[in-house]
């Protein structure tokens, strides 16, 4: 079973903070992506990485996928409210149609 | 209308009964996903589908019985239930299912069984 770890699994900050949010696996992955969910919608797809190594940017946000392609992290600088919400990352492994999820950090950034 | 749509966003139902949970996308995509959203466990992939074909069966009960007539729509069908399949179950498309691309869903039918 390929399982994606995601810590910490709360987080609560004040606005202007910087936070790291780590999602880790001990298997391969082809891709990995990262969503964002706010209650009561489904989840937002930000970014897709499939390179090991690679980093990505979105503003405020920088995403990183291990050389290995076993983990990925995702950075906020200078976090808003708004950036508030549960982030998903979610690994595709190679020869399958699944996208399998991690189990979610859930951020709120008070004002 | 646009997106991913599901209905109804809200179920109640017994453990005898049957209903259908309903998924349409607005999207020309051709893979449509269920997924299973519980408090304490992360997202739980259920079915997949590409062009109507179910491509991906992850171990799901028969209790939960997957359609899917057309590549716009999708239905879960649901009958006799137990109180630990309440949960959000979400539906989502993408583009093509071999490729890896964005999953786009839908706000999710919110289950509770008594």
């Known amino acids: 079973t390929q399982l994606l770890e995601q810590s910490p699994q709360f987080l609560s900050i004040q606005e202007g903070e910087n936070l790291t949010v780590y999602c880790n696996s001990s298997?391969?992955?082809?891709?990995l992506q990262w969503y964002r969910q706010e209650p009561g919608e489904g989840p937002v797809l930000l970014v897709t990485v499939v390179t090991g190594g690679e980093v990505k940017k979105l503003k405020r946000l920088t995403f990183q996928f291990g050389d290995a392609r076993k983990d990925s992290s995702l950075h906020i600088t200078a976090a808003q409210p708004g950036d508030t919400g549960l982030y998903l990352c979610?690994?595709?492994?190679?020869?399958?149609?699944?996208?399998?999820f991690g189990t979610g950090t859930r951020l709120k950034v008070l004002a | 209308e646009t997106g991913v749509t599901q209905t109804p966003r809200h179920l109640v139902m017994g453990m005898t009964n049957k209903k259908s949970l309903k998924c349409e996308q607005h999207l020309g995509h051709n893979a449509m996903y269920w997924y299973k959203q519980s408090a304490k466990k992360p997202l739980e992939l259920m079915f997949v589908?590409?062009?109507?074909?179910?491509?991906e069966n992850n171990s799901v009960p028969s209790r939960f019985s997957p359609e899917c007539p057309n590549s716009s729509h999708l239905f879960l069908h649901l009958h006799t239930l137990q109180p630990e399949d309440s949960a959000l179950y979400l539906c989502a498309s993408s583009q093509e299912a071999r490729v890896v691309g964005e999953l786009f869903f839908g706000e999710g039918s919110r289950l509770t069984v008594l």
């Open positions: 589908y590409s062009l109507e074909e179910r491509v």
């Open positions: 298997s391969v992955f082809s891709s």
């Open positions: 979610a690994g595709r492994p190679s020869g399958t149609y699944k996208y399998i």
